[in-house]
């Protein structure tokens, strides 16, 4: 590798198609065809179609949970199921700052307050700590996101939530496939958050669920989610167009039946990683727990003062190369210029975490050949970095 052969600069990308960090998995054909024909032969193929109660069945008992109310996507799925169980009187919804960049918006679209709580700088995610700082008279539910990679501590925030008796709603769309103490991620909470984009663990094209262990809120979000009928076609309120169409469905239980085999293929892409990265100055991968089950879906990594390029530059230079790398969840939702009123609280942790993760390809089509180029070309840039920063002047003057 040369300086001058970097795509930045003159040279032909590493990579000829894209490698990502959305997971893309293709499940077996011939198993979602024939998910495909069951649901295509009885004629019922809008969201009420025959997949659909077979859907929520396997992944109410894949999470533990006893009822899923599948939907259209992940977000709507928040929306409704916050409208749901909102403390009525109440406006703000309390949610990180760090985390999934359409979620104020989503308090935003029910007229709700987004109040930002800090981090946990270990985890990265909410802890009962900073969202014990932002509960007062005004506050309605609260929001928690699990981070990428590790989980947040569930136990603490129910115990809060308990103790100032509001609604809890975890967005696991992070977490699938985990394990706490033996107790599935899926079960916890007055609900659980899930989507089916095809850029997350399980690949429905598009789409959602919510777990949860309370019957009246599934009867609520089901009707809801079906222009405010109920099954026996009783108006029962409010409600949209926001099921799970049957086709979606039969990918996602496609995705379902080869669960183990995709944990299996990310555990393996997290381990090379975690071979090869350790001997690269500046670089920290962020490990998954190995004690429980994990997806092992994401490769984030922590850029630390061995690190001699920015974030922004390293981000730029892989890009040039088709290592489509994201930074972690950026701009935090604090700093972003919004149209509607939010709330922040003290923010320590969040703004010195901001800029330092990097999400590095994962998913179905990065093998262990690419994560040894990829490897390459980091330890490569890291260590001829004072050199491109001066050929980056040079070219800039
Ligand atoms: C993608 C995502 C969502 C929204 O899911 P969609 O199905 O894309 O609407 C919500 N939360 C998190 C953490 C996500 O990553």
Redesign the pocket.
Known sequence: MQIESLAFFSGKPVFKKPRSTSNLIKPNKGKFIEYVKKSYNTGKINSNGPLISEFERRFADLHGAKFCVSVC??????VLTIKAIKIHDKNEIIMPSL??R??AD?AAWLKLIPHFCDVDSKSLGISPKYVEKCINENTSLILA??P?VNLCDVEGIEKLANKYNLPLIF????SYYAEINNKKIGSFGDAE?????A??FFNGF???YVTTNNQELANVLKYYRNNGFDNNGQFKGWGMNAGLMDYHAALGLASLDEVELQVNKNKERFLNYQDLLKNILGIELVEYSFKEKRSYKNILVKLNSDWKLSREMTINLLQAENMIVRPYYYPPLHQKNSSYKTITSEMNNTNYLKDRFLLLPCGEFVDSEDIKIIAAYLSFINTNAEEIKNRINEISK
Request: net charge negative.
């Open positions: 996507n992940g977000l709507w799925g928040l985390t999934y359409r979620m989503i996101p699990h990428i967005d696991s769309v992070e958050c899930f989507s089916l984009h850029s997350k598009e789409g959602g």
